[in-house]
């Protein structure tokens, strides 16, 4: 992943697209404090996915806020680089193949009960990470554990 941020943020320097430049740039550095923070010198790709979510997360946020508040110009430097993060992500699974995804792990562990969400939610992200919203997942999980409609 670092070759091709690396090869992107070169194409977009050659093409003087400076809002996506910047956020590549925003992109790297994130990345960069993240392996600081760890005391690495190459994250592994577990680690960038969470990395790239939580950018995702905050840009989201930042877009809705900007939008609620009447200020479209931010809201849309915002949308524009969630649409560059996206670019670096595996692509999202479908909310039908999301749920089948966790009925499957649900009777793969033999999963029963509300107490056993935490193995759920463990075994989604080491299965799916980068490819499920797990804010939305974890309710859905809670849900049929709750009900016994696994």
Known sequence: ?????QQELKAALRAQ???RLGALRLISAA???REIALRTDKLGEAETLATL?????QRRDAAAIYAKAGRADLARQETLEIEVIEEFLPKQLSAEQVERAITDIIKDIGATSPRD???VMAALKERYAGQI?????S???KALLQGGTA
């Open 1 to 5: 992943m670092r070759d091709r941020l």
């Open 17 to 19: 697209d400076k809002s």
């Open 31 to 33: 990345l960069q404090e």
């Open 53 to 57: 979510q939580k950018m995702l997360k």
């Open 117 to 119: 969400i935490g193995k």
């Open 133 to 137: 919203d797990f804010g939305q997942a």
């Open 139 to 141: 309710g859905r999980v």
